[in-house]
């Protein structure tokens, strides 16, 4: 779990360093970056920061299309769920009610706007702190003990993702 957890990470950072001039470098434009950070990067603060990185309707396209990737994840899992036939006790991930709840708050409740930026660098912070905790459960034993394949089938299957929605992407396959 370590070693997956670990790839991810790594690979998040790579992104959002090198998806903003990789992007500029073949002229996509904010909506066509904003797209291709939200299919090829996983994490969804490394899409926001990259998109933040290339431009403010970049930023909207590209979180909103990985919020819109993440919400399936709920439907999928419970029909999953249901095909199998499994029993388990499914649980709901609150992250998306919480964040509903503060878009709502944040459109709606103009007495908030002062607290606004206090609490995008509260918000900034804990996803700082727990990248750092999730990138400090990797050492080079973990890594040892599992092997380097599955460290290189991440970067190839993160390679395969990211180029082949870029090519979709420029191809006009795939646009917003």
């Known amino acids: 779990m370590a070693v997956s957890l670990g790839t991810v990470f790594i690979l998040n950072s790579v992104a959002l360093l090198i ?33 933040t990185k290339y431009g403010a309707q970049a930023l909207v396209i590209g979180t909103t299309v990985k919020l819109a990737r993440a919400l399936w994840i709920v439907p999928l899992a419970l029909a999953t769920a249901a095909l199998k036939h499994h029993r388990s006790r499914i649980q709901f991930p609150w992250f998306i009610l919480l ?42 034993a973990t890594v040892k003990k599992v092997g380097w394949r599955p460290l290189l089938q991440g970067v190839l299957l993160w390679l395969s993702v990211g180029l082949t929605s870029l090519y979709f992407i420029r191809t006009g396959f795939i646009s917003f």
Do not use: C, K
């Open 19 to 51: 998806f903003p001039p990789i992007g500029s470098a073949l002229h996509l434009s904010q909506s066509q970056f904003g797209l291709w950070a939200a299919l090829a990067i996983h994490d969804t603060s490394s899409v926001v920061g990259a998109a």
């Open 99 to 140: 964040f509903l709840l503060a878009a709502v708050l944040n459109t709606y409740v103009r007495t908030l706007e002062h607290i606004t930026p206090a609490l995008f660098t509260v918000g900034r912070l804990g996803l700082t702190a727990t990248l750092f905790l999730i990138g400090s459960g990797i050492s080079r």
